[in-house]
């Protein structure tokens, strides 16, 4: 099993899988859905077996493999994994099945297919996947770029109603930034080129460059600018809150679960590491934006009346606590960071999934337009405040692990922006369990509510039956068993990683360790 | 006394192939019965241009100066000659198609007969198709591949004439909207003077200030004088007369006009080959001649390149036709083209010159298919160009929108596709050379320029299809013939393989990318 080319798999098996897809006749969604799943649990697979075959004592980077590329510009198609691309894979491996499981019954715009919807998604995984595993830096900002491309038509073709606005946006800030930093990789390629004789993308041999600190600095920033607009970051973050809310459900999650990690993985994977000197030079205002963001973004979710544009801003916000982490340059506080991005995958894009399953059924994205679902949807409530708690990093959930060590990692070194951070739980608290009162609890109300069916009226008596008001009800049915199988993995993680996230810890932490050696660590 | 001058008859078989068959075509015309002449002339025509290629490919490697000095077939001329051939022959596969248009054709059947007459629109049922146009765009091929092995400012400028006046002419013979064509060939045709004039001019001072018209002499002139006014003024008028073949802003005024008014097949004709000439000109003339000159042109080129990429691409933000939008695309893309060009050292040496001509040839291919894809897309009067009646194609034909995504995504420089791959060539050039400002205007440029390329895939995919509410029918998609067929199939191969498997044509290109001289 150890020769298996386990990474290469798991970007080739569901590319092949979305052409597969593609390639089926229109109408036969039941097989397109099949297929997809089935590839999607294969990719699930291949991550758990990379995890248990993972020495977490061992190397850095393993189940490395190397393939030239294009020689002719030094690029090989150089794959492997540390700890920290190795959670985010078992992440993309847990959450595309979920995703496509919630997507099985989607609603879709007029004339759009299904089977589209499931071959884009499964080109999302391969280019999620092969984002996170390349280990040449040319290979690695491909994926980045044309991870777009499905991205974009998950969200032009199967959104909302202001569906073209939302992906012409994404498209293009995350173009900005990709193509900032493509001038940033050839000039990391030119620096290469001069010190080692013939350029190189390999990111082993980058990371031993001793790169004059004003070069660092411009490059640093081409890389950082992608990145943040990726995170993102304010004051580069507008384009969420539109693609977040107008993509298909499916998109949302993996959206904010994955894509926008790629962002702070990218500060982690390569700015620290290759630009050691022009990271400590920036981390103050970094932490400037991701503290403002924190607060900023908390307090433009409790402002919403869209639900999916409250849990776009709550992530915001979130990512404010990720950069925070990552750029206090301590390692409890970095490591936690990498847990906050996994938690938060599961964390908001459950929630994201339960907003999805209770608008499926009211057809509406306002917040006004629902109210007492709990006394009706027992178990659609339940598993919305189970989401909401882990979205507030309640102790037990498994997003206050990752809150209180990037909080108590980086208070040491960064006391003033920590304690500005931590005002963000409190408004976390305020912007979810809010939504959670006026959509769930208090008088039925909103688009839910109909009139009984009339009591067969006794004959001729037209003009009593006017008189008494018309008797209204919520109608909603709870969770179907399909809807509860993709809520109970997500659910069940939650809880698991919220008291025992130890075996996640030992994988990040070694990597994390190695990535603040290379910036010369603190502690 | 008058010597005969050296011929190597075997470095000059591409030409004498592309130009034999031009010539057999003129005679055929002349000659063969009018029924059956048009795929005989298809036949000369496409003869000639895949007879050059393959004596191009079967030259690789040659380096040397012929005919008295006067060419150089060089590893960069020869690589440059076949890009020329190869996109001649896929541009008169795409005259060739008869069965998009209704009228068979789409070029007039009969250019001298006045627009509007009756005459005139007898003409457009009537079966005649009109074939003078494989012998002029052999004769272009002819001086395109001239064009970018003259090692001799005359030459390069009879060269100039050879490629330049049948443009002129088959540019004005468009079978629909003939005046806007006519009017087309006519702007082309005075400002394509004008800059004729002006390279000519150009020459005259050059040989004033050097005594020579070879560029290997006035690269000598330059090191054993240094660089004096007269040469400098003579050097400038011979970039802008270059510059404006290769629509360069703010020498591009005449591309916008002349893309749209010419028949399509002719614009993909144009923008895909006649760029490929005028660059090789470009850098053989910077380069071979004026090398040692480097710091008195470098600044110039480096303040057109920006102009024109941010010309190019903020104008076609505006733009409402497709045809109009390909052409500001294509003056945005002259400017990358020119970074990739100041990517070279001073003695012609660093990875520039292979990346330019990648680029160039990844960009013809992907033109002359997007092209292509245009002339698919039809109304009752001809090509429907107009951004709105492409709404919601991807519905009605799945198959030509993934196409024309594949090629807007490449021109935007997505990778994966053969555009991004360029793209990341000439910039790496660039940075190499310390330009890494122009780089990042570059970079800036290209995500405005995406924003237009989607705009069209937005229209084709997420809206609404057009026509369709008021009942007035939408443009219908036309199914092409084998030619055009045959044409999209190899230009999106190739912007696929070259996105995803570029090493062995890179290979080529490197190591083709010498200049003698």
Known sequence: ?????????????????????????????????????????????????????????????????????????????????????????????????????ASWNDELPERRSMTAYFAWLLLLEAMMVGVFVATDVFLFYVFFEAMLVPMYFIIGSFGGPRRQYAAVKFFLYSLVGGLIMLAAVIGLYVVSASELGAGTFAFDALRQLEIDPGVQKLLFLGFFIAFAIKAPLVPFHTWLPDSGSEAPIGGSVLLVGVLDKVGTFGFLRYCLPLFPD?????????????????????????????????????????????????????????????????????????????????????????????????????????????????????????????????????????????????????????????????????????????????????????????????????????????????????????????????????????????????????? | MFDAPDLSFTALAPLLFIFGAACVGVLVESFWPRDSRHPVQLAVALVGALGALVSTLLLAGRGEVTADGALAVDGAGLFLQATIAGLGALAILLFAERALDPARSAFVASVA???????????????????????????????????????????????????????????????????????AAVKYFLLGAFASAFFLYGLALVYGATGSVRLSDIRAASLAEGTDVLMLLGLALLIVGLLFKAS???????????????????????????????????????????????????????????????????????????????????????????????????????????????????????????????????????????????????????????????????????????????????????????????????????????FFYLRVIVLMYFSAPAGGADGERGPTVGVPGLPTTVVLAITATATLALGIVPGSVLDLAEQAARFVG
């Open chain 1, 1 to 101: 099993m150890s020769d298996l080319p386990l990474l290469l798999l798991m970007i080739v098996v569901p590319a092949v899988g979305a052409a597969v897809v593609a390639a089926l006749p229109k109408g036969r969604d039941e097989v397109a859905k099949q297929v997809s799943l089935g590839v999607s649990l294969v990719v699930l697979l291949l991550a758990v077996l990379t995890t248990v075959a993972f020495d977490t004592g061992g190397e850095r980077f393993q189940r490395t493999s190397s393939w030239t590329w294009i020689a002719d510009f030094g690029v090989s198609f150089a794959l492997g994994v540390d700890g920290i691309a190795l959670v985010m894979l078992l992440l993309i491996g847990v959450l595309v099945p979920v995703v496509i499981g």
């Open chain 1, 278 to 523: 022009a990271s400590r030079y920036f981390a103050p205002f970094v932490l400037v934006l991701a503290v403002v963001g924190i607060l900023y973004a908390a307090l433009l979710a409790m402002g919403q009346s869209d639900m999916k544009r409250l849990v776009s801003y709550t992530s915001i916000s979130h990512f404010g606590f990720i950069a925070l982490g990552i750029f206090a340059f301590t390692t409890e506080a970095a490591t936690g960071a990498v847990l906050y991005m996994v938690n938060h995958g599961i964390a908001t894009g459950l929630l994201f999934l339960v907003v999805g399953m209770l608008i499926a059924r009211g057809g509406s994205r306002q917040i006004g337009d629902y109210g007492g679902v709990a006394a009706k949807a027992p178990l659609l409530a339940g598993v919305f405040l189970i989401a909401g708690l882990a979205s507030l990093a309640l102790p037990g959930t498994n997003s206050f692990v990752s809150e209180f060590l990037v909080l108590i990692g980086s208070f040491p070194e960064e006391p003033v922006f920590t304690i500005l951070a931590t005002v963000g739980i409190i408004l976390a608290a305020l912007y979810i369990l809010l939504m959670y009162q006026r959509t769930m609890h208090g008088p039925a109300r909103g688009v839910l509510l109909q009139e009984d069916p009339a009591e067969p009226a006794p004959a001729g008596g037209g003009a009593t039956a006017t008189l008494a008001p018309p008797r209204r009800s919520l109608r909603i049915t709870d969770l179907s068993r399909r809807e509860l199988a993709v809520a109970a993995p997500l659910v069940a993680l939650i809880i698991v990683f919220g008291v025992y996230p130890q075996p996640l810890l030992e994988l990040i932490e070694p990597a994390v360790s190695a990535t603040m050696s290379d910036l010369g660590g603190t502690d």
């Open chain 2, 113 to 183: 007969v006045p627009a509007g007459s009756p005459r005139d629109r007898e003409l457009l049922t009537s079966p005649q198709v009109q074939t003078e146009v494989y012998p002029l765009a052999t004769f272009a091929i002819g001086g395109m591949m001239l064009f970018v092995t003259s090692n001799d400012l005359l030459v390069m400028f009879v060269a100039l004439e050879v490629l330049s006046l049948p443009l002129y002419l088959i540019s004005g013979m468009a079978r629909r909207r003939r005046l806007l064509s006519q009017e």
């Open chain 2, 248 to 450: 360069v802003a703010p020498f591009h005024t005449w591309t916008p006009d002349v893309y749209e008014g010419a028949p399509t097949p002719v614009t993909a004709f144009m923008a895909a080959c006649t760029k490929v000439a005028a660059f090789g000109a470009i850098l053989r003339v910077l380069y071979v001649a004026f090398g040692a000159a480097e710091w008195t042109w470098r600044p110039l080129i480096y303040g057109v390149a920006i102009v024109s990429m941010v010309v190019g691409s903020v104008l076609a933000l505006t733009q409402t036709d497709l045809k109009r939008m390909l052409a500001y695309s294509s003056i945005a893309h002259a400017g990358f083209l020119l970074t990739g060009v100041l990517g070279l050292g001073a003695d012609g040496e660093g990875s520039g010159l292979a990346a330019t001509m990648f680029y160039l040839l990844v960009y013809g291919l992907t033109t002359i298919g997007a092209f292509a894809v245009l002339t698919l897309v039809r109304d009752g009067d001809g090509e429907a160009g107009h951004l709105s009646q492409w709404a919601g194609l991807a519905a009605r034909s799945p198959l030509v929108a993934a196409v024309m995504t594949l090629f807007l995504l490449a021109l935007a420089g997505i990778p994966l596709t053969s555009g991004f791959t360029g793209k990341f060539a000439v910039f790496r050039a660039a940075v190499e050379e310390g330009a890494w400002p122009l780089v990042l205007v570059a970079v800036l440029a290209s995500a405005v320029a995406a």
